[in-house]
């Protein structure tokens, strides 16, 4: 209905940038998208690209040629309908335009961890190189989920930390500066998250991109053939000589119509085309974290803003994410006993069993001290019991530590995100028409 009132020549450019691809196959929702404006129409009508497709879009929001515009997909039939918020080139505004939408403690590193899993697993169509590369990922990404909070040291969730691909980009830097060995490096990369990502996604990429090629210039071939046949002048008939026991017979494939190979090729594009879309999510939500920890620095590098790191761990078959925020100043204000020159973290996680949990520590020169918090009376006298065993691990790390343990009601403190909210304005509603 609504391409009908379009210009002609706008109608020609939308079904060109579109075929007959279905919108569900390029957008689904909940997605962040990035986009930019290319120009004014009229009547509130503005034509904007999305993921490599022009497109009509109707807002009520004053839009901007070359403006950058960044949202979240609300709908996708009948129309597609986008929140908008205006995007930047900065890393700065595209922090603060994706935290508007999809703050990390609402994107569990280990729920999209798990999705991703599924994918790998899927055997997707592929050569042998993409397969390998797929095989590496999954055995990255079980390592970095195989945390086991039964046994976790500081060691333990550092290193899961370090390998869930948040350092990549700054590891490099290192490497540039003089101040790591590229053998080391290069080691560390071995089983780095977004390392293993990014190699792959572009192996599939090249996969897809290879595939493509193939099936259009399978196609142009089969037509160009049936093209001349259709074109050859038709003969009289000839009286087939008899067939002896010497002649070769023909392959039986050479007049077999190319619909069976074409479905199936087409079958092999979606499949890895699904593939990439899973891997990206997941890339996504890595490049998310690096971006909402990046901007809670300060020039030198010190926090301002509360850091939060992500450990998956496994429990009863599923993935599961604890969240470890980092607290600058020592977390003043967060507890009486916090003093000068300590780290304080705060440590949040649900378990089967014990349900919510949550433990504030401050940390200093070879001493800990904080409380933990759980539910009710009956998990705090578990952990009460297990007490000693935890005391004894960090007496053993070289630490003098105190914990208490206390059941609390309130079970928003106990789930609180505690990751800065960045205040944003200027949102919209912008409906994308093909």
Same mark, same amino acid.
């Given at each position: 209905?609504?391409?009908?009132?379009?210009?002609?020549?706008?109608?020609?450019?939308?079904?060109? *940038?579109?075929?007959?691809?279905?919108?569900?196959?390029? %957008?689904?929702?909940?997605?962040?998208?990035?986009?930019?404006?290319?120009? &004014?129409?009229?009547? &509130?009508?503005?034509?904007?690209?999305?993921?490599?497709?022009?497109?009509?879009?109707?807002?009520?929001?004053?839009?901007?040629?070359?403006?950058?515009?960044?949202?979240?997909?609300?709908?996708?039939?009948?129309?597609?309908?986008?929140?908008?918020?205006?995007?930047?080139?900065?890393?700065?505004?595209?922090?603060?335009?994706?935290?508007? %939408?999809?703050?990390?403690?609402?994107?569990?590193?280990?729920?999209?961890?798990?999705?991703?899993?599924?994918?790998?697993?899927?055997?997707?169509?592929?050569?042998?190189?993409?397969?390998?590369?797929?095989?590496?990922?999954?055995?990255?990404?079980?390592?970095?989920?195989?945390?086991?909070?039964?046994?976790?040291?500081?060691?333990?969730?550092?290193?899961?930390?370090?390998?869930?691909?948040?350092?990549?980009?700054?590891?490099?830097?290192?490497?540039?500066?003089?101040?790591?060995?590229?053998?080391? %490096?290069?080691?560390?990369?071995?089983?780095?998250? $977004?390392?293993?990502?990014?190699?792959?996604?572009?192996?599939?990429?090249?996969?897809? /991109?290879?595939?493509?090629?193939? %099936?259009?210039?399978?196609?142009?071939?089969?037509? *160009?053939?049936?093209?001349?046949?259709?074109?050859?002048?038709?003969?009289?008939?000839?009286?087939?000589?008899?067939?002896?026991?010497?002649?070769?017979?023909?392959?039986?494939?050479?007049?077999?119509?190319?619909?069976?190979?074409?479905?199936?090729?087409?079958?092999?594009?979606?499949?890895?085309?699904?593939?990439? $879309?899973?891997?990206?999510?997941?890339?996504? &939500?890595?490049?998310?974290?690096?971006?909402?920890?990046?901007?809670?620095?300060?020039?030198?590098?010190?926090?301002?803003?509360?850091?939060?790191?992500?450990?998956?761990?496994?429990?009863?078959?599923?993935?599961?994410?604890?969240?470890?925020?980092?607290?600058?100043?020592?977390?003043?204000?967060?507890?009486?006993?916090?003093?000068?020159?300590?780290?304080?973290?705060?440590?949040?996680?649900?378990?089967?069993?014990?349900?919510?949990?949550?433990?504030?520590?401050?940390?200093?020169?070879?001493?800990?001290?904080?409380?933990?918090?759980?539910?009710?009376?009956?998990?705090?006298?578990?952990?009460?019991?297990?007490?000693?065993?935890?005391?004894? /691990?960090?007496?053993?790390?070289?630490?003098?530590?105190?914990? &208490?343990?206390? /059941?609390?009601?309130?079970? /928003?403190?106990?789930?609180?995100?505690?990751?800065?909210?960045?205040?944003?304005?200027?949102?919209?509603?912008?409906?994308?028409?093909?």
């Amino acid at each position: 209905m609504y391409i009908n009132q379009l210009p002609q020549t706008l109608l020609s450019a939308a079904l060109k *940038a579109l075929g007959q691809r279905d919108l569900d196959v390029l %957008f689904s929702k909940g997605d962040v998208v990035e986009g930019k404006v290319l120009k &004014n129409l009229q009547n &509130n009508q503005t034509l904007v690209r999305l993921r490599g497709v022009e497109m009509v879009a109707v807002s009520q929001t004053k839009l901007t040629p070359g403006q950058t515009i960044v949202g979240r997909i609300e709908s996708v039939q009948p129309q597609l309908t986008v929140s908008l918020l205006p995007g930047g080139n900065t890393v700065e505004a595209k922090s603060s335009t994706m935290m508007r %939408f999809l703050l990390p403690a609402k994107a569990p590193l280990g729920e999209t961890l798990a999705k991703a899993l599924d994918t790998v697993k899927g055997e997707p169509a592929a050569s042998p190189k993409v397969q390998e590369a797929l095989k590496n990922l999954g055995a990255v990404m079980e390592k970095v989920v195989s945390t086991d909070m039964n046994t976790l040291t500081p060691e333990k969730a550092a290193q899961t930390i370090k390998s869930s691909g948040l350092f990549m980009e700054s590891s490099a830097r290192l490497v540039a500066e003089g101040k790591l060995a590229p053998e080391e %490096f290069k080691k560390s990369m071995t089983m780095d998250l $977004k390392a293993a990502l990014s190699k792959t996604l572009q192996l599939v990429d090249e996969e897809l /991109a290879s595939l493509v090629g193939r %099936f259009e210039k399978e196609q142009s071939v089969a037509t *160009a053939k049936t093209m001349d046949a259709a074109q050859q002048p038709k003969q009289a008939p000839q009286t087939a000589p008899e067939k002896t026991l010497a002649q070769p017979s023909l392959p039986q494939d050479v007049a077999r119509p190319p619909a069976d190979k074409t479905d199936e090729a087409v079958a092999e594009m979606a499949k890895l085309r699904e593939t990439a $879309k899973g891997l990206r999510q997941l890339m996504s &939500n890595v490049e998310l974290n690096q971006l909402v920890n990046a901007t809670q620095k300060r020039e030198d590098g010190s926090a301002m803003n509360p850091m939060l790191y992500q450990i998956p761990f496994a429990q009863n078959g599923a993935i599961d994410t604890a969240r470890v925020y980092f607290l600058p100043d020592g977390g003043k204000g967060k507890g009486e006993n916090a003093q000068g020159g300590e780290k304080s973290l705060v440590f949040m996680l649900d378990m089967s069993n014990l349900g919510p949990v949550r433990v504030d520590v401050w940390v200093g020169e070879k001493q800990a001290h904080g409380s933990i918090y759980v539910a009710d009376d009956a998990v705090a006298d578990y952990v009460r019991g297990a007490l000693p065993e935890l005391l004894s /691990a960090l007496e053993a790390g070289g630490y003098r530590a105190t914990i &208490n343990v206390s /059941a609390v009601a309130d079970t /928003a403190f106990l789930t609180e995100e505690l990751a800065p909210l960045i205040p944003v304005t200027g949102a919209g509603l912008i409906n994308v028409k093909a």
